[in-house]
């Protein structure tokens, strides 16, 4: 299939591409920004998926630009997975302004796509998403997990409303918490960095419990989900789940993966959780049997224990 894709300098973003185009689809990715304006790991991703999609820089999804790149030749798929993550952590998200990003242009859109033939749209979600996943109800409903969480919500019901109305196939890929090579330093990288300098990480949030997944894994889903979404009117949804627990347990689970791997004592100090400002479970529902996607676990954490082994040896 010929996909046009929007979002691949993310961390997920680039996996896809990537795993789009190994599995033999042909790849338009649009960017943002000139190859030359990104840095640190963002051009690591973004030199990694131009090595396997046709890139177009200078582009922002519903700009007059993107419009013309929709009209100048047919594609099967529009994969939209960038969104507005500026400031994503903070409570002074912009929301509304986030939405309009989102969604600059999507009836025009839309028709443009609809008039060269194109039948699907896939979007990406997040389990932080008001009523998406499973976890702590409040009231009868799953709130948003945050500003951030509420945009993406409310993008989805733009698209799924505009696409109904065009007359196309919605597929909406849910993302829970992604980990492995490439990812900005959050969680893992922390545990990481702590055991290569000697330290114990401490682990404060032991109780909430989370989705972790390997972006392998996540990727593989993700072309699954691209290549058996169906052609008639309609809305589909996938919820990759896997690692579902605790941070505390998946605390565990990561130091006993990578220790053997990278030779390296991986202890941990546990806090008391006293506090949970954040829904203490949220998690994606979809089990996927791996060897149907042709996923090795073991195989993933060989290739995040080789990503992040040079990057950790002048910390030691």
């Known amino acids: 299939m010929r996909i046009l894709f929007t979002g691949a300098s993310s961390f997920t973003g680039c996996w896809f591409v990537r795993a789009l185009a190994a599995a033999g689809h042909t790849v338009v990715a649009t960017f943002r920004q000139p190859a030359e304006a990104y840095e640190g790991v963002r051009a690591e991703r973004v030199r990694l998926a131009t090595g396997a999609c046709h890139p177009v820089y200078g582009v922002s999804f519903g700009d007059e630009a993107f419009l013309q790149l929709v009209v100048s030749e047919p594609f099967d798929v529009l994969a939209h997975h960038a969104a507005d993550v500026t400031n994503y952590?903070?409570?002074?998200?912009?929301?509304?302004?986030?939405?309009?990003?989102?969604?600059?242009?999507?009836?025009?859109?839309?028709?443009?796509?609809?008039?060269?033939?194109?039948?699907?749209?896939?979007?990406?979600?997040?389990?932080?998403?008001?009523?998406?996943?499973?976890?702590?109800?409040?009231?009868?409903?799953?709130?948003?997990?945050?500003?951030?969480?509420?945009?993406?919500?409310?993008?989805?019901?733009?698209?799924?409303?505009?696409?109904?109305?065009?007359?196309?196939?919605?597929?909406?890929?849910?993302?829970?918490?992604?980990?492995?090579?490439?990812?900005?330093?959050?969680?893992?990288?922390?545990?990481?960095?702590?055991?290569?300098?000697?330290?114990?990480?401490?682990?404060?949030?032991?109780?909430?419990?989370?989705?972790?997944?390997?972006?392998?894994?996540?990727?593989?889903?993700?072309?699954?989900?691209?290549?058996?979404?169906?052609?008639?009117?309609?809305?589909?949804r996938c919820a990759p789940s896997q690692y579902a627990e605790t941070q505390g347990a998946f605390a565990q689970r990561f130091a006993a993966a990578i220790a053997p791997r990278l030779g390296l004592p991986c202890p941990l100090r546990f806090e008391q959780q006293k506090e949970f400002p954040e829904p203490r479970v949220r998690i994606n529902t979809d089990v996927f049997a791996t060897e149907d996607l042709h996923w090795n676990e073991d195989a993933a954490w060989d290739e995040l224990a080789a990503w992040y082994r040079p990057r950790l040896q002048h910390t030691g």
């Open 89 to 236: 952590k903070s409570p002074d998200f912009d929301v509304a302004a986030a939405v309009a990003s989102n969604t600059r242009g999507l009836p025009r859109v839309l028709a443009a796509l609809q008039a060269r033939e194109c039948r699907r749209v896939v979007l990406t979600g997040s389990v932080f998403e008001p009523g998406e996943g499973a976890g702590e109800y409040e009231h009868g409903v799953l709130r948003a997990f945050s500003p951030y969480g509420l945009s993406k919500g409310l993008t989805a019901e733009m698209f799924r409303y505009y696409v109904a109305v065009a007359g196309l196939r919605l597929g909406k890929f849910v993302i829970p918490n992604p980990f492995g090579p490439c990812e900005e330093p959050r969680f893992t990288a922390y545990l990481l960095r702590s055991w290569a300098a000697g330290e114990t990480p401490a682990i404060r949030t032991p109780a909430y419990v989370r989705d972790n997944i390997h972006v392998s894994l996540l990727a593989a889903a993700y072309v699954r989900f691209v290549a058996e979404l169906p052609t008639v009117p309609g809305f589909s």
